[in-house]
């Protein structure tokens, strides 16, 4: 926001609002959040969405998870960037294990918004990428979850880079709801089991901001996960100025 000092008239402006969770550090590991063992964050419908920016992008032959959720055969639901030229989905379920694979082009420096939403009425699993519809494709069954270790970023194909609004429904969101999520912040929301925002730069806690009290916290593998400018525009931006003239007008001037 911006600050105008009434005695010297500096204007003080910083438009950023938003901090994110960064997962990069170029000489080793990062840590990661460790998520609660809690049933809400178990459902069999449910989506998952957060916004990713890769400060640097895998090798060639490389993987890095966006999502994954730990059980004991290994995930039971991952989205994961496969050689910088594909999206793969992967989920256990109590019926076999499932994936599928989908071209995409990643780059660097860019944010990106991903979401799964996965329907167990129909058995089927849609991903999303910055709200518009990549596939839909049929599972074999439930999913198979356990309490092995929840977390976020906690495996040997970790994310290089910034996480922001990492959010957990317990319902499948169809596309113009993921569509909404990216402008939105919400409140108040009972299908919202879980709403990290990642504004606690200096904290080990990270705050949920459903309600349900899913708050996770940053463990470490070597180094504790830091923060990176979130998703607000931090660049060059308009603005106007408006002050009473003391003759019943205004000056304006735009900067």
Same mark, same amino acid.
Request: charge should be negative; proline fraction near 4%.
């Given at each position: 926001?911006?600050?105008?000092?009434?005695?010297?008239?500096?204007? =003080?402006?910083?438009?950023?609002?938003?901090? *994110?969770?960064?997962? &990069?550090?170029?000489?080793? !590991?990062? $840590? @990661?959040?460790?998520?609660p063992?809690?049933?809400?964050?178990?459902?069999?419908?449910?989506?998952?969405?957060g916004?990713?920016?890769? =400060?640097?992008?895998?090798?060639?032959?490389? *993987?890095?998870?966006? &999502?994954?959720?730990?059980? !004991?055969? $290994? @995930?039971?639901?991952?989205?994961?960037?496969?050689?910088?030229?594909?999206?793969?989905?992967?989920?256990?379920?109590?019926?076999?294990?499932?994936?599928?694979?989908?071209?995409?082009?990643?780059?660097?420096?860019?944010?990106?918004?991903?979401?799964?939403?996965?329907?167990?009425?129909?058995?089927?699993?849609?991903?999303?990428?910055?709200?518009?519809?990549?596939?839909?494709?049929?599972?074999?069954g439930?999913i198979?979850?356990?309490?092995?270790?929840?977390?976020?970023?906690?495996?040997?194909?970790?994310?290089?880079?910034?996480?922001d609004?990492?959010?957990?429904?317990?319902?499948?969101?169809?596309a113009?709801?993921?569509?909404?999520?990216?402008?939105?912040?919400?409140?108040?929301?009972?299908?919202?089991?879980?709403?990290?925002?990642f504004?606690?730069?200096?904290?080990?806690?990270?705050?949920?901001?459903?309600?349900?009290?899913?708050?996770?916290?940053?463990?470490?593998?070597?180094?504790?996960?830091?923060?990176?400018?979130?998703?607000?525009?931090?660049?060059?931006?308009?603005?106007?100025?408006?002050?009473?003239?003391?003759?019943?007008?205004?000056?304006?001037?735009?900067?």
């Open positions: 926001g911006a600050t105008l000092d009434p005695v010297t008239g500096e204007l =003080t402006w910083d438009t950023r609002k938003d901090s *994110a969770l960064n997962t &990069f550090v170029s000489w080793s !590991n990062t $840590g @990661f959040i460790r998520t063992v809690n049933e809400s964050l178990q459902s069999q419908s449910i989506t998952v969405e916004s990713f920016n890769w =400060t640097v992008l895998p090798a060639g032959n490389g *993987a890095e998870f966006l &999502f994954s959720r730990a059980n !004991n055969s $290994g @995930f039971a639901y991952g989205l994961s960037n496969r050689f910088n030229n594909a999206l793969r989905f992967e989920a256990h379920t109590d019926s076999g294990y499932q994936f599928y694979d989908f071209p995409f082009s990643f780059d660097a420096d860019r944010w990106y918004h991903f979401a799964i939403s996965i329907d167990d009425t129909t058995n089927e699993v849609t991903v999303y990428a910055d709200g518009q519809l990549l596939f839909t494709r049929p599972l074999p439930s198979a979850y356990s309490n092995r270790n929840p977390a976020i970023h906690d495996n040997f194909f970790q994310f290089q880079g910034a996480t609004n990492y959010r957990i429904w317990n319902t499948a969101r169809d113009e709801q993921i569509r909404e999520g990216l402008t939105t912040q919400y409140e108040s929301e009972p299908s919202l089991v879980l709403d990290y925002r504004g606690e730069e200096d904290e080990v806690t990270v705050r949920d901001y459903s309600g349900n009290e899913n708050h996770g916290y940053r463990g470490t593998n070597r180094n504790p996960p830091g923060a990176a400018n979130g998703l607000v525009d931090v660049g060059r931006q308009d603005f106007t100025i408006s002050v009473e003239d003391g003759r019943g007008g205004f000056d304006i001037q735009t900067f």
